[in-house]
């Protein structure tokens, strides 16, 4: 009885030391890791190491999907709470570590109050039990397609899909577990690990062997067809269309092929297990590099007011991102330009030697008004805040054929080949890592031998767009007062 006394003793006064910690808790508050472009975006503390996501769709796409999220993830600090960016959802149970936990939302945080507090350097397995709302999309997470959903996670959208850690900077693995009727087709990033039929359901399970970013994940669910060629070297490549529309999208499918070596030709090997596009009936006015999967609207193949080289030119922009945004990702949203100015410049270069759209003469445009895009949007490589409520708005000029500009001068301040040595480099280095802009310029430096801090410090945080290189005469038209 001695030894009951002393445990319950002991139990009780941990119990009120809990409670005093717990009473001396502030109130939970959304967190970020201080992005400049969204400061309440992703959360301190933790790195997630691999996301496992079971979702149940019941064949409407206007009804919340039963979910649970398990995070796996260690503790770069010690933790009284775990802020998680999640929304659109309810929340009905939170586990650490196997222990039920208290939580509690806040803005677009969900904040978990563990059973005991986390010491630095323990491992963490986080339990959510929650629904996943296809409803209200328009500004990203889930999209709804004419036979189910897809998934447009850019920039700060996943989190309005599964609790996570949402950006970049923290990549992890990624396992889909979707269950559907039988009747419909459901692809995930990565590859199929397998597939169960049971009572007129299917459960497909899909793995990455690449870490990814939060903003690339792909779930698309609906009546598709999924097609396979061979990629270069043996590359599997695998399309995702409207089961309808297989053959009349065909010719554009199996231009894929080509487009993955020219591009292996010019920046080096192809980073991840497989690609292919997703072809989805919706109209999101934007295509998305999801990784291994690429999202496009099915118009831009079945309208002919897209003409052919338009057409290729975003399907190679946004095949270039599964090596600049995918592979390597930006560690702030600010390093933006290093996604979106590579995708352009190469799409830019393509339509050069495919369908002689001169690259010259693209860049002489975008010189033209690249002041006026500074002024409005700020400069590459510290572009100005979203607009408030329209998130997506980062993706401006400047972001795009202003951040090709920057390339097209560095190309022409150290040379071609030191050039092509740089973009091989660069893909390699920080291949599945997170990056900025100052380790670009730093790996540039390098590989041409001298300091060209000063060249990306005008290019890349001036007011004014500086000189080009070898262009004296090039102009840009100074903005127009308000």
Not at 90 to 109: I, K, L, Q
Not at 131 to 138: H, I, L, Q, V
Not at 457 to 476: D, E, I, N, Q
């Amino acid at each position: 009885m001695l030894f009951i006394s002393r445990c319950f003793r002991a139990a009780m006064a941990a119990a009120a030391s809990a409670a005093l910690t717990a009473a001396a808790l502030p109130a939970p508050v959304p967190l970020g890791i201080g992005d400049p472009l969204f400061p309440h975006l992703g959360n301190p503390g933790y790195d997630v190491l691999a996301y496992d996501i079971a979702l149940t769709y019941r064949g409407s796409n206007s009804t919340p999907l039963p979910a649970v999220t398990t995070i796996d993830a260690v503790a770069t600090e010690p933790l009284q709470r775990i802020n998680l960016d999640f929304t659109r959802g309810t929340v009905h149970s939170v586990d650490v570590n196997g222990a039920r936990a208290h939580f509690a939302t806040t803005d677009e945080d969900l904040v978990v109050r563990p059973a005991r507090p986390v010491n630095r350097g323990s491992r963490l397995r986080i339990t959510v039990r929650h629904t996943s709302d296809p409803r209200g999309a328009a500004d990203g997470g889930w999209v709804r397609t004419t036979d189910g959903l897809v998934m447009a996670n850019q920039a700060d959208a996943a989190h309005r899909v599964f609790p996570c850690n949402d950006h970049p900077a923290d990549k992890a693995w990624f396992t889909f577990r979707v269950t559907a009727p039988r009747r419909l087709t459901v692809v995930a990033n990565g590859l199929p690990v397998v597939r169960r039929v049971h009572a007129g359901r299917t459960t497909w399970i899909y793995r990455t062997l690449a870490p990814m970013a939060t903003e690339l994940a792909q779930v698309s669910i609906g009546r598709s067809a999924v097609t396979h060629r061979a990629g270069p070297h043996g590359l599997r490549v695998r399309d995702v269309v409207p089961a309808n529309d297989r053959r009349r999208l065909e010719p554009w499918l199996k231009k894929t092929p080509e487009q993955l070596a020219w591009l292996e030709s010019r920046i080096g090997r192809y980073p991840f297990e497989r690609y292919g596009v997703l072809i989805a009936d919706t109209g999101t006015g934007f295509e998305l590099e999801t990784q291994t999967l690429s999202l496009f609207e099915r118009r831009l193949f079945t309208d002919p007011r897209f003409p052919e080289w338009y057409v290729d030119s975003v399907m190679v922009h946004e095949l270039a991102h599964q090596w600049f945004g995918d592979s390597v990702s930006p560690r702030r949203w600010s390093d933006l330009w290093l996604n979106e100015g590579h995708a352009s410049w190469y799409e830019a270069l393509y339509s050069d030697t495919h369908d002689g759209r001169s690259l010259e003469r693209r860049m002489r445009d975008a010189y033209r008004h690249s002041d006026g895009w500074r002024a409005h949007d700020g400069p590459p490589a510290a572009p100005r805040r979203p607009e408030p409520g329209d998130k997506i708005s980062i993706f401006r000029p400047i972001v795009y054929d202003g951040s090709a500009l920057v390339l097209y001068a560095l190309r022409r301040e150290i040379g071609a080949a030191a050039f092509h040595r740089l973009e091989h480099s660069w893909v390699s280095a920080y291949r599945y890592r997170s990056a900025t802009s100052a380790d670009f310029s730093a790996l540039a430096s390098r590989i041409a031998g001298r300091d060209l801090s000063a060249f990306f410090r005008g290019w890349l945080y001036g007011k004014r767009t500086p000189p080009m290189p070898g262009h004296p005469r090039w102009r840009s038209t100074p903005p127009k007062a308000g």
